[in-house]
């Protein structure tokens, strides 16, 4: 299962034939400028792996995000991640540099948070940012979510947690 097509974009499930591209994502200073340190080319593999196990457990991961001409965007998705000793559906993505500041990133997670209402049947989606990437932070504004907490689960700096309550999908509704 992956998110739909939008106007721009498509998706599918990273393989260890997007190494090359996820090595050259993860291991860029500018896109984990907010993490401890960029990843090795084998860390970028670690990072495939984990999410290719995230496929086969939940149904969902990171998913390669393209242009609808096939182009590497990067990478956007669902994991669930620990929240102040909780277990909470988290949206994530990393894009290329050189494709900031195009929508792509907030048209990435619109489809992400539809997946996780209508498939998923999620009734509640977070994004954990570091406090000091606005950039993040606004993609996540844009598609609804706002400052619920602060998580305190990282042995370094507390993270800002968005959410946004998707309630029940309609089928549920009816």
Same mark, same amino acid.
């Given at each position: 299962?992956?998110?739909?097509?939008?106007?721009?974009?498509?998706?599918?499930?990273?393989?260890?034939?997007? #190494?090359?591209?996820?090595?050259?994502?993860?291991?860029?200073?500018?896109?984990?400028?907010?993490?401890?340190?960029?990843?090795?080319?084998?860390?970028?593999?670690?990072?495939?792996? &984990?999410?290719?196990?995230?496929?086969?457990?939940?149904?969902?991961? #990171? &998913?390669?995000?393209?242009?609808?001409?096939?182009?590497? #965007?990067?990478?956007?998705?669902?994991?669930?991640?620990?929240?102040?000793?909780?277990?909470?559906?988290?949206?994530?993505? /990393? #894009?290329?540099?050189?494709? &900031?500041?195009?929508?792509?990133?907030?048209?990435?997670?619109?489809?992400?948070?539809?997946?996780?209402?209508?498939?998923? /049947?999620?009734?509640?989606?977070?994004?954990?940012?570091?406090?000091?990437?606005?950039?993040?932070?606004?993609?996540?504004?844009?598609?609804?979510?706002?400052?619920?907490?602060?998580?305190?689960?990282?042995?370094?700096?507390?993270?800002?947690?968005?959410?946004?309550?998707?309630?029940?999908?309609?089928?549920?509704?009816?």
């Amino acid at each position: 299962m992956i998110p739909g097509k939008t106007p721009r974009l498509q998706f599918r499930q990273m393989t260890s034939g997007d #190494l090359d591209n996820m090595a050259a994502l993860l291991g860029d200073p500018l896109v984990m400028r907010y993490y401890p340190a960029p990843k090795t080319r084998e860390g970028a593999a670690q990072w495939i792996a &984990w999410n290719e196990a995230n496929y086969a457990e939940h149904g969902c991961g #990171l &998913w390669i995000v393209e242009t609808l001409h096939g182009e590497f #965007l990067g990478d956007c998705g669902l994991t669930w991640q620990q929240v102040n000793g909780r277990l909470e559906l988290e949206m994530g993505y /990393h #894009l290329r540099p050189d494709r &900031w500041g195009q929508g792509y990133a907030t048209a990435a997670a619109a489809a992400c948070r539809d997946f996780a209402r209508d498939e998923l /049947h999620i009734e509640r989606l977070v994004a954990i940012v570091h406090p000091d990437n606005v950039a993040s932070r606004r993609v996540a504004e844009k598609i609804g979510m706002r400052h619920i907490e602060d998580d305190h689960t990282s042995a370094s700096a507390p993270r800002t947690v968005l959410g946004i309550r998707l309630g029940p999908t309609r089928a549920q509704a009816q």
